[in-house]
């Protein structure tokens, strides 16, 4: 019996994805509403300042002594945030205990709590009169209104970028490799950096990144734990606020377009990071 070759003719061109059209317009509309048009009045407040005056905003000795301490402070963060947080993801993912799952859901706490809360709730904790700060307080060290206090803040509210990153990612993670390198014999130390890092690692630095870029702009979690002392704990954004109080809405911008070129460098170069190892890994 010959078999019958039945040629199927597609005649109208059906879309993978119905109503194609009208979906990438309302996409490309809100994308141009909430996050286009935005940057774009950034840019246009900014252009009433002469390059003169464009500099004198950004580059006084208070400015960047705020720069200083939000780009510090949030760098050790997220180095403090990709240690933990990894380790965090990991308990998660490999270990069964009771509350694991009020665990999980309380990862992303930071997320849903109001910043004002959190700040206050913080400085509270950590304050010379708090649960926390007065037994440093005993031991001569001081948490709250210091770089410390700041370093926590961010912490806590960078934490959630970091285990949701690499969480998926240990989630699928093959453990025959890890079953293959022990026949190998690997000993634990080496499973873990040279077979789940490689693995983990894209996922990890983006992260990072993301706690490192939500640290570098964060404010209301900040604000009541830094104290604003001048060139000592006076974070970016606390400055952009003051100079909207005293209506200085051009310097205002300057030193918010600042960040955000900032944070555009910081995720283009983790994103090139991320390429590469990604490559490394495949090879």
Known sequence: ???????????????????FGISLGVTLTLLGTLVLIPLAS???????????????????RQILSGYLVSLSSAFIAAVINAVFGMILAWVLVRYEFPGKRLMDGMVELPFAL???????SLTFLYSDRGWVGSLFNKAGIKIAYTRIGIVIAMIFVGIPFVVRAVQPVLEKLDRQYEEAAEMLGAGKICIFFRVIIPEVFPALLA?????????????????????NIPYKTQIAPVLIMSK?????????????LVL??????????????????????KE
Do not use: W
Request: no cysteine; proline share 2%.
């Open 1 to 19: 019996m010959e078999q019958q070759i039945v040629k199927v003719v597609n005649k109208r061109a059906v879309k993978v994805i119905p109503g």
């Open 42 to 60: 950034l840019f246009m407040s900014v252009s009433k300042l002469s390059f003169q005056e464009f500099l004198a905003a950004i580059t006084s």
């Open 114 to 120: 109001p910043t004002a809360v959190a700040g206050i």
């Open 207 to 227: 992260g990072f990144g993301l706690a490192f870029a939500r640290g570098i702009g964060e404010y209301g979690s900040v604000v009541f734990i830094a104290g």
């Open 244 to 256: 909207l109080e005293q209506y200085k809405y051009a310097d205002a911008t300057a030193i918010a």
């Open 260 to 281: 955000l070129i900032l944070s555009f460098v910081l995720m283009f170069v983790i994103n090139a990071l991320q390429i590469h190892m990604q490559k490394f890994v």
